[in-house]
Structures are given as C-alpha cells and as structure tokens.
C-alpha cells in the first residue's frame, strides 16, 4: 500500500485513497455498529458515516468529530486511531528525528490479557532506531499534537501520544506488532490510556481477515451491514 509495485483499483472515479472500516464484535453495547471513512485522493474532505443497529439507520458524521473519543466511552480518538489515522491536510507534519526505543514489532501473535485488564504481549521487543514524527493540528479542537514512534524497516507505528489544548500530555497508546502462523502482519494488541483521567482501553484482536483479491466495493456500507450487522 505504501511503496511500490502499489495495488490500482480502476476504474476509481471517486478518486478514494483509503477507505477505513471497523465493525464492533464488543462490548455488548456497541455490537453491530459500523463507522466507515472514505479518504480521497484529492483535496476533498474525508466522509463519514455510522450504521447504528439499534436505529438500523445509517448516519453520516461530520468530519470535524475526527478529535473526538471513539464511540462507547473509548481512549481512541478517530485521528488516534493506530495510533495516527489523521488526514494529513490537517496537518502540519514534523520529523523530530530518531530515538532508540524498545518496539513491540515482533509481538506474540496470541492475544493476551493480564490481571490488570491490559492487553499487552509482553514479550519480544526490540531495539529499533524509530522515527519520532508530530502532527499539529492546523485546527486545534480538543488536540493540539499528536506525536508518533514509526520503526524505520517496517514502517508500523506503536506508540503514540496526544497533547491537550494546554500541550500537556493526555491520550497515550501503545499497538502491538505480530504475525501470525501464515506470516500476515498485522496489530494483536494494544491499549490507549487517558493520563488526565486515568482510565483505560484496552483490546485484543484474535479475530480478522487477511484477503487478497480485495476491491473497493467490498468495503460499501451496504455490504458491511450485510455481513457484520447484528441480526
């Protein structure tokens, strides 16, 4: 997705780049819902929509919402999301240079839970030289930075930080970073704290798909409802 040879769906007259989708299995309360963001080439806005299953509507979300928490009382913001989803108009973006940093990049594959409730491997980090990026916000709403740990080799984020409207730190996330048996790479775990509040989301992810093949109408809202809606 990110270097070359880079997949070309066409023909692509919406123009989307990236297309962002999470159906919630868990908790009990927000089990059917679906977000969907269509990020696009141009200089457009992102859209955004929600299917909410106890409506069976779906609604669309204004855009700006993206510095609010996630739905359900979570740590996550939309921009915070793998520990940064922003669209990068948004954005002023900084390299702050390189630090040695312990990295979970080669996390167990298996999803863990300790008895504190985080759901981190803790096992496998490595000394990697990352990258440390910050994106500022052109229009602070509830955040002024977002900054980012990036491993240089294999360009997955896994820690994160979130700054205030004071510039004071506030949302702190940690992905953990796997493959599992048939080498597909992909985040096992990862918690995202609230440092002013002290309050915590953590999750696992025993279950996703790795496909190929894989074209942009797969990911319509329609479909989505069809295959992960609450019947």
Known sequence: MEVDPKPLYTPNPKKLDYIYTMPFKRPYNLRGTIPLIYRYYDAKDDDMWMYLPGMRRVRRMA????????????????????????????????????????????????SQMDDNGLAGCDQYYQRRNAYIIKASYKNAITMTDIIFYVDPELWSSCYQIGKDMRGKDWLFAVYYWGRDATWYYNQNNMNTVDLQRRHMSPANLPWYEANTGMAPQYLSMQQLINRYAVR
């Open 63 to 110: 855009t700006y919402q993206t510095q609010d928490k996630m739905p359900g009382g979570m740590d996550y913001t939309w921009d915070t999301a793998d520990t940064f989803m922003g669209n990068l108009l948004k954005f002023n973006i900084t390299c702050l240079g390189q630090k040695e940093t312990l990295m979970p990049v080669v996390a167990s594959s298996v």
